[in-house]
Structures are given as C-alpha cells and as structure tokens.
C-alpha cells in the first residue's frame, strides 16, 4: 500500500527498471506514465494507437526488442476508456511470457466498465501471474481522491523490493486512510454499483450531444469517466492545437477539458463526465456555444 497508485507505479519502475532499459506504453497514455519511465534512465517506447485505440498484441509485437523490460498496460484507460478485447488480453500475456517481459497493469477503472467485464491479465494463467504487478487503488472507484491510498500485488520478491524502497522514501499513507481503505474494499458495495450506474447514464448523454456536434467525433469509451474527443475539424488559423483551443474554451466559457497533448496525442481533448447531471448539461450548452462563435 502506497499514497496514491501514483507512488505505487514509481516504486515498481524504480525496482523493475535500469538505464537502457525498454518500455511499452500505448498512446495515447497519462502523461505520468512516460515520465515515471525516464526517472528511471529507461526508454519509453511509444505505440500510437488509432481509433478506437484498443491495444492488440500485434501493435506491441512490432516494437519488441532484446531490451524490453516491462509492458505497461492501462484498461480501461485513461484518457479514452478503451478496454483491451479479452482474446487480445490472452495474445498479450502469452507474448509477455515468450519475451520474458514484466508486465505492470494499471487496472484503477476496473470497477467503472459499460460494455464488457473486466480481466485482470493476471487471472489468465500461472505464467503470466509470476510476471505481473497489478495495481489499483481507490481514487476512482470510491471517489477518494483525497485520502490517497494506492495498493499493487505481484511476485513476493518484487514486491519485498518495492516495500524496502519506500521504507526509504515514506513510512506509510496515513492510518486515517488505512482505515478508510479497509472500509471501502471491505464494506458495502452498493455506492459502488450506484456510481457505475450514475456513470453510465452520463456517458450515454454525453455520447448524444456530441452526435449533435458534426464538428466533434468520439469513440464509445468501454470504460472509466472520460471521452476522448476529436477536434481536429475545428483547428486551423484561429486555433492551430488542441492546447490552444482548450485553454480558449476555458477562457470563454469557463469549461475545463485536457488537450490531448498531455496525453501525447494532439488533435484531441479530455471530457470527463464525472460531474453532476447540471453541470453536464450547462457544460455542452457552452461548448457548442464557443463552436458556434
């Protein structure tokens, strides 16, 4: 247990990764990915995903080489809600396995899916179990941003590995959240089911008032709380990027979305829908009003 699965994923690239080192991560991706990567003196090596920006076992194929060290996998994902289909899972792991490649599953959305059931790529096999650290926490689906607790499990030595750095670094997230963390994962689940419910009513409203928007498009997230839209038809003189047209939008119309440029993927922007019913639909009334203009 860690604060935050943030400082989980940096203690495993710190005990997994050297200088020299190689790893996969699919784009587009949460920028901490990358960064927590080269902190390391590892290389990130990039695949850049196309609509509707599902991972397949072939893509990671092609980028292999004698110094990949770890895959980094992240469904359903952050920033599109993508979900890896379970016959690629399976491809996946079986390639992992062959290549002698760790594999570090982000899996925080998991309880947060729409159209299909969530497959921890670590419940496949025995195999690929020895070489996976899978990890979570309860930022997202809990709505405990605040008390930060992150938590992985994997492989007893990586793991020991893990504990030893961050005896260095911290003692522990506060016991208050300790306790609260018990709580959530152990208690009642109902809120849970209730907030995925919520979510996907959202979602569905979302999805229908882009459709009114011709200039925008986005692919139906399987997961999570965010569409990853494309305004690519919108950009030209007046806004050359994504950056500049959002930061434009927020100044306009005090609605606040990420450009995919912090996602490594221009063209793009963030929406995330966790946000109460009202503000969803004032927020879509002043997008297409700033289209508009």
Same mark, same amino acid.
């Given at each position: 247990?860690?604060?935050?699965?943030?400082?989980?994923?940096?203690?495993?690239?710190?005990?997994?990764?050297?200088?020299?080192?190689? %790893?996969?991560?699919?784009?587009? &991706?949460?920028?901490?990915?990358?960064?927590?990567v080269k902190l390391t003196g590892a290389k990130p090596v990039l695949i850049t995903l196309k609509p509707p920006f599902k991972l397949k076992a072939s893509d990671i194929k092609?980028?292999?080489?004698?110094?990949?060290k770890v895959l980094l996998l992240n469904s359903p994902s952050n920033p599109t809600g993508a979900m890896i289909e379970p016959e690629e899972l399976t491809k996946i792991a079986?390639?992992?396995? /062959?290549?002698?490649?760790? %594999?570090?599953?982000? !899996?925080?959305?998991? /309880?947060?899916?729409? +159209?299909?059931?969530?497959?921890? @790529?670590?419940?496949?096999? #025995?195999? @690929?179990? !020895? =070489?996976?650290?899978?990890?979570?926490?309860?930022?997202?689906?809990?709505?405990?941003?605040?008390?930060?607790?992150?938590?992985?499990?994997?492989?007893? #030595? @990586? %793991?020991?590995?893990?504990? &030893?750095?961050?005896?260095?670094?911290?003692?522990? +997230?506060?016991?208050?959240?300790?306790? &609260?963390?018990?709580?959530?994962?152990?208690?009642?689940?109902?809120?849970?089911?209730?907030?995925?419910?919520?979510? *996907?009513?959202? =979602?569905?409203?979302?999805?229908?008032q882009i459709g009114k928007i011709p200039s925008l498009s986005v692919n139906e997230p399987d997961g999570a709380f965010y569409l990853f839209i494309s305004i690519e038809k919108?950009?030209?003189? /007046?806004?050359?990027? *994504? +950056?500049?047209?959002? #930061?434009?939008?927020?100044?306009?119309?005090?609605?606040?979305?990420?450009?995919?440029?912090?996602?490594?993927?221009?063209?793009?922007?963030?929406?995330?829908? *966790? &946000?109460?019913? #009202?503000?969803?639909?004032?927020?879509?009334?002043? @997008? /297409?009003?700033?289209? !508009?203009?």
């Amino acid at each position: 247990m860690g604060v935050g699965a943030k400082q989980i994923l940096y203690n495993i690239f710190q005990v997994l990764c050297d200088k020299g080192d190689e %790893v996969i991560i699919a784009l587009p &991706a949460w920028n901490t990915f990358v960064e927590l990567v080269k902190l390391t003196g590892a290389k990130p090596v990039l695949i850049t995903l196309k609509p509707p920006f599902k991972l397949k076992a072939s893509d990671i194929k092609k980028v292999i080489t004698p110094k990949t060290k770890v895959l980094l996998l992240n469904s359903p994902s952050n920033p599109t809600g993508a979900m890896i289909e379970p016959e690629e899972l399976t491809k996946i792991a079986d390639l992992a396995v /062959k290549n002698n490649i760790f %594999v570090i599953s982000d !899996e925080i959305y998991e /309880k947060l899916t729409y +159209t299909q059931k969530h497959i921890s @790529i670590a419940s496949l096999n #025995e195999k @690929i179990k !020895e =070489r996976t650290i899978t990890v979570s926490g309860l930022s997202k689906s809990y709505a405990m941003t605040g008390w930060r607790v992150g938590y992985a499990a994997g492989p007893s #030595e @990586i %793991v020991a590995k893990m504990k &030893a750095l961050q005896s260095q670094l911290l003692a522990h +997230t506060s016991s208050i959240s300790q306790k &609260a963390g018990v709580e959530a994962l152990n208690g009642d689940q109902a809120s849970v089911v209730m907030m995925q419910k919520a979510f *996907a009513k959202r =979602r569905t409203y979302c999805l229908k008032q882009i459709g009114k928007i011709p200039s925008l498009s986005v692919n139906e997230p399987d997961g999570a709380f965010y569409l990853f839209i494309s305004i690519e038809k919108l950009l030209g003189k /007046k806004y050359t990027t *994504a +950056t500049a047209w959002a #930061e434009a939008l927020l100044e306009d119309e005090k609605v606040a979305v990420v450009p995919g440029e912090a996602f490594f993927y221009p063209g793009y922007i963030r929406f995330s829908y *966790a &946000a109460s019913d #009202e503000d969803l639909v004032e927020a879509f009334v002043r @997008i /297409k009003r700033f289209i !508009e203009k």
